[in-house]
């Protein structure tokens, strides 16, 4: 009898394909030369990376020293991402910087990929996006007033908004990848939250028209991370048969097969979900103030788009064609900055060099940690009370982020200067801000770090 060690000493990986090999091979008494030359018909093909780096297009400038190091590690990454087979073409955007190991897509990064949906090139914030609602000509401290007592920041869910749509249910139920209690329960209890870390709630004026907009910022929570963590072992098993050599950060899954296109619907549902996630924290907060919405438009900077066979990924870039914003009704797209700055209101064209994508908002040049050491001659109070002069804002928790203030990140001045220069959207409005919440370091609080400080 045939077993799998024989095909393993023929020079391959053991494999879901070893099932049906063995029953053929063993039906029809295969061995020797017979049962190699069968087994070269039906094992996959093996596709290697590209020897030299695809090239890609360099929508940035370092215009200061501490920059440089930044930009260059943004191209080091790039270098190594774009000898990945599947991919065709790729960008950088000015708010671009490097996240994760050597060769995995930096934040600011659009790669498009043939008949490939690569989960780590999407990251675990699945479809992180930002949503405006146009309140009208209400006072600005009025809406963060109530919105502050409709959203949520932090660890875990709340019951509050549990209820999902029923199409929506059974859609998550139908699909294999979320063939678990676990991903039903994050989709429930996880409604109506914002997370963490960059995610916010901006409240500000628009400069065209005076009226007050809210914008919230985030992705699909638990969600969107549980389908990512269930991707990547997906498309690692799809690695190690047709793409070994290629880094286990950018294996893909296969669009044509069962699992690609069970993957791109989890993908749509998890959109779904968050557009959902947005809307609900929008109409509580309009129910609060017993109004009704002038205007409302969404979009995300984090996910994965679809143009025949062609699957963009955008790890923090804001898609500007409508092809790949499928409920875009007037074209507009948010870009914010950071607290300090206003949110802009952006349109744009498709260029070769921006492949149909701007900016998601301004990067970072330094980590978190090593930002937060540069602050160290200054207490965290004399910080805040510096960078958020004349704003109202808060942090949920009641504890200053240091690594969330304007000077955390990149000079949004030069991020929007490099927009115009490269071509990235024309700015057809501001909201300028009046202030924000966001999470602020919550887990000073959080009961495993109580327990410890006892």
């Known amino acids: 009898m045939i077993t799998g060690k024989e095909i393993i000493e023929l020079g391959y990986r053991p494999s879901k394909w070893f099932k049906e090999a063995i029953e053929y091979a063993n039906k029809h008494n295969l061995q020797g030369e017979a049962l190699a030359s069968y087994i070269k018909t039906i094992a996959p093909v093996t596709i290697e990376p590209f020897d030299k780096p695809l090239p890609f297009h360099k929508n940035i400038t370092a215009e200061t020293e501490a920059e440089m190091a930044n930009v260059q590690q943004v191209f080091d990454t790039m270098n190594v991402l774009m000898r990945t087979p599947t991919l065709v073409k790729g960008v950088v955007m000015p708010d671009a910087c490097p996240t994760g190991e050597v060769g995995q897509i930096p934040v600011g990064g659009v790669v498009a990929a043939k008949n490939a949906i690569h989960p780590a090139m999407h990251s675990a914030d699945i479809c992180c996006s930002v949503m405006m609602t146009n309140f009208g000509n209400i006072s600005p401290k009025e809406v963060l007033d109530k919105a502050h007592s409709v959203t949520h920041f932090g660890g875990g869910g709340r019951p509050e908004f549990s209820d999902l749509p029923k199409d929506l249910e059974e859609r998550i139920v ?7 209690q676990a991903s039903l329960n994050l989709a429930k209890s996880h409604l109506g939250t914002q997370g963490d870390g960059n995610h916010f709630l901006f409240v500000g004026i628009s400069k065209q028209t005076g009226e007050t907009m809210m914008v919230t910022h985030h992705g699909s929570r638990g969600f969107g991370a549980n389908l990512y963590t269930q991707g990547m072992k997906v498309a690692e098993m799809f690695r190690k048969d047709i793409s070994p050599q290629t880094l286990p950060k950018n294996a893909w899954i296969p669009y ?60 923090g870039a804001t898609p500007l064609d409508d092809k790949f914003v499928p409920d875009s009704k007037n074209g507009l797209r948010l870009i914010p900055l950071n607290m300090s700055m206003p949110v802009l209101i952006v349109k744009g064209q498709t260029t070769e060099s921006n492949l149909g994508f701007a900016p998601h908002g301004a990067g970072r040049n330094l980590s978190r940690k090593a930002h937060k050491r540069t602050k160290a001659n200054k207490t965290i109070e004399e910080v805040f009370a510096e960078e958020t002069q004349g704003l109202d804002i808060r942090f949920f928790s009641n504890n200053i982020d240091v690594s969330e203030l304007p000077s955390a990140y990149k000079d949004a001045h030069a991020v929007k200067r490099q927009m115009q220069e490269f071509g990235l959207g024309d700015v057809v409005d501001e909201i300028m801000p009046y202030g924000c919440i966001m999470a602020g370091d919550w887990e000073i609080d959080a009961p495993w770090r109580k327990k410890f400080k006892r």
């Open 174 to 180: 139908a699909n294999k990848f979320f063939d678990n």
């Open 256 to 315: 044509d097969t069962n699992e690609g296109s069970s993957y791109w619907e989890a993908l749509q549902i998890v959109r779904d979900w968050t557009k959902l996630n947005h809307t609900t924290i929008h109409n509580a907060t309009l129910e609060k103030l017993k109004t009704d919405m002038v205007d409302r438009f969404w979009n995300e900077h984090n996910f994965v788009f679809k143009d025949e066979d062609l699957f963009y990924h955008a790890k």
